[in-house]
């Protein structure tokens, strides 16, 4: 991984920190001195954070939780807790930038800056992130959830969230507010019976498991490789939850890649296919289908096997709960390429079957995805 080429940038022009006032007074509070306004930049995301150098030379990621997010401070709670989760841990194969602090009026958290640190994210995109890096982060997990519970908030951690109560109806403003894309995503699933009752019985089986300090939001780009060492960020989910959530959160992002690829590359009709043009299309499907999966089941495997030689004791039901949390992770990146749509494409609706498949019968998944006895 040393030897991998730069990943492309994708900074973006921060809010002036002349609207952002709150951001000066709390670094002051802090006793960091303030930003210095030339050469900063935002990397995306849904909280406003600005990256660069304080007055006194110091390198330096700021961000700003959303102060209109009904959870605002709950979010920040969660990101402290998790500071003080992570000091009691003790030596840990991986790290996660250092912590400078946080003011809680502001909402303001400040973090040592990881210059040149390439996300798990970009990594995938250029086909660099291998068996090696998954194992890494799987032993990184696997950790987490090791964390004595003490230092985690007690508060119950997010089911399958807003999503699952706007499988029976959508109010009025939800409705009004939607893009063609969600609304033909919402048509495809709200009278599916068999789907809403695979929800609720992982609601169940997720609810009866043990509980572990846990990331919460686990994707790709929450990883970071950093001079060799791998960092995960972005605790302002951290809290008590099953943890399948975040094992599925890994799985469904290399999951939703294969679906995704799958649907939009495969050859139908392919010549010499002596089933004809339905046929074709099947078999070119299924065909695509087979490769996508070979291509991502080593990086869950070797995931997997990382996780459990750091946590080798996890209740038996474990990677079936996270199979179908996969599938739902699935549901989730559908619905927000649907907001941008104006109508359901072939391709979300193929990778929402493929989620759904994977919620309703997730045993059947468990061996094809890697996460078979390590």
């Known amino acids: ?20 006032p709150e951001v000066g007074l709390a670094l002051t509070r802090l006793g960091l001195r303030p930003l210095v306004p030339d050469g900063l ?4 995301g849904r909280n ?20 209109g997010a009904p959870d605002a401070a709950a979010r920040f709670d969660r990101a402290y807790a998790f500071q003080v989760a992570r000091a009691a841990a003790g030596p840990l194969d991986w790290s996660a930038p250092a912590f400078l602090g946080g003011d809680r009026e502001a909402l303001v958290l400040v973090y040592a800056l ?6 798990g994210a970009a990594l995938a995109e250029r086909g660099a992130f291998d068996t090696g890096l998954a194992r890494r982060a799987g032993r990184a997990v696997g950790e987490l959830h090791g964390f004595h519970p003490g230092g985690a908030p007690r508060a119950a951690a997010r089911g399958t969230g807003g999503l699952a109560s706007r499988l029976s109806a959508l109010t009025v403003a939800e409705y009004a507010r939607s893009s063609g894309g969600e609304l033909g995503f919402w048509a495809l699933l709200q009278h599916d019976e068999d789907l809403r009752a695979a929800l609720r019985a992982l609601g169940e089986r997720s609810a009866a498991a043990g509980p572990v300090p846990a990331h919460g939001d686990l994707r790709l780009d929450q990883f970071l490789l950093h001079g060799g060492e791998l960092h995960l960020c972005d605790w302002e989910e951290f809290r008590l939850a099953d943890p399948a959530r975040d094992v599925g959160g890994f799985v469904g992002q290399w999951l939703f890649r294969a679906a995704t690829l799958m649907f939009t590359e495969f050859e139908p009709d392919a010549p010499g296919d002596p089933e004809g043009a339905d046929g074709g299309t099947h078999a070119s499907l ?10 991502v089941r080593p990086l869950i495997a070797a995931f ?11 209740d038996p039901g474990l990677a079936e709960r996270a199979v179908a949390y996969a599938g739902w ?5 559908v619905l927000a390429a649907a907001a941008h749509s104006a109508r359901l494409t072939a391709v979300q609706r193929g990778t929402a079957g493929v989620g759904r498949g994977a919620l309703l019968a997730p045993g059947r998944f468990v061996d094809v995805l890697g996460l078979g006895d390590a």
């Open 1 to 20: 991984m040393h030897g991998a080429p730069a990943a492309p940038r994708h900074d973006l022009a921060p809010v002036p920190l002349i609207e952002a």
């Open 41 to 44: 930049v935002g990397h995306p």
């Open 329 to 333: 992770h699935l549901f989730d990146r």
């Open 114 to 119: 990881l210059e040149g640190a390439v996300s």
């Open 286 to 295: 299924v065909r695509a289908g087979a490769g996508r999966l070979d291509g």
């Open 304 to 314: 997997w096997r990382g996780y459990r030689e750091a946590r080798p004791v996890a």
């Open 48 to 67: 406003d954070n600005w990256a660069g150098r304080t007055e006194d030379g110091r390198r330096v990621f700021v961000k700003r939780l959303d102060r």
